[in-house]
């Protein structure tokens, strides 16, 4: 399974810490940013899998990251779960509109708001789920990393692996190579965007024997998509 990485933006270390050690413990990796300064540097970086965003921060407030995210084409569709020590309905409401997609108030339950972020990856993030998933003949296994096509094994390296695993849980949609960079790769800044095309190409060739490689199409002028089409 594919580590996903959980961004936490907290300025309370104490809380900061505890965040760190229950997402570590879960599998999970943890990058922590103390502010929004950091959270967004981190973010320019590196796609986060998922972000727990603490409402009250120095400066800037969560909420106002939240907005910030949503606006932008990069970064809208990153899950986000809202923390606060508010219980108030209404700033529940005000978090929910921000565009956060859960929300957990302290103190909470590590239980709990590990459970939460599990169940946002899983409806957000399939690819980072270790469901195995079926399309078209082909059925890919996080957990056992096997992939076959009608049940006959293919081989496949682990950057071939991820995308395949990507586009098998995001059949129909295209993405951009910058997308991909940063959905697959986690990185839009140092790799360059033919690597996506070197991959495609492998993957597309384990993919051959089986005939299964018409499902990776090139969308001219925009990027790829998995189709059944
Ligand atoms: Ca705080």
Request: net charge negative; proline share 4%; aromatic share 6%.
């Amino acid at each position: 399974m594919t580590t996903a990485n959980i961004l936490l933006v907290e300025d309370e270390p104490a809380i900061q810490e505890l965040l760190a050690f229950n997402v570590a413990q879960c599998g999970f990796r943890a990058i922590q940013a103390y502010d929004v300064p950091s959270a967004l540097a981190e973010i320019n970086r590196a796609l986060p899998d998922l972000i727990l965003l603490d409402w009250m921060l120095p400066g800037a407030s969560g909420i106002e990251m939240a907005r910030r995210l949503r606006a932008d084409q990069r970064t809208r569709d990153i899950p986000i779960i809202m923390l606060t020590a508010r219980t108030d309905e209404r700033d529940k409401i005000l978090g929910l509109e921000s565009g956060a997609d859960d929300y957990i108030t302290k103190p909470f339950s590590p239980r709990e708001l590990m459970a939460r972020i599990r169940a946002v990856l899983r409806r957000r993030a399939p690819q980072m789920s270790d469901e195995t998933v079926r399309v078209e003949g082909l059925e890919l296994s996080p957990t056992t990393h096997r992939v076959s096509a009608e049940g006959a094994n293919i081989d496949l390296g682990p950057t071939e692996f991820r995308l395949l695993h990507f586009f098998m849980t995001h059949v129909e949609r295209v993405y951009s190579r910058a997308q991909l960079l940063d959905q697959v790769w986690g990185d839009h800044v140092f790799v360059e965007e033919r690597t996506v095309d070197v991959h495609i190409r492998r993957l597309r060739q384990a993919l051959e024997a089986s005939g299964k490689d018409s499902l990776v199409q090139t969308v001219r002028g925009s990027g790829y998509r998995f189709s059944r089409e």
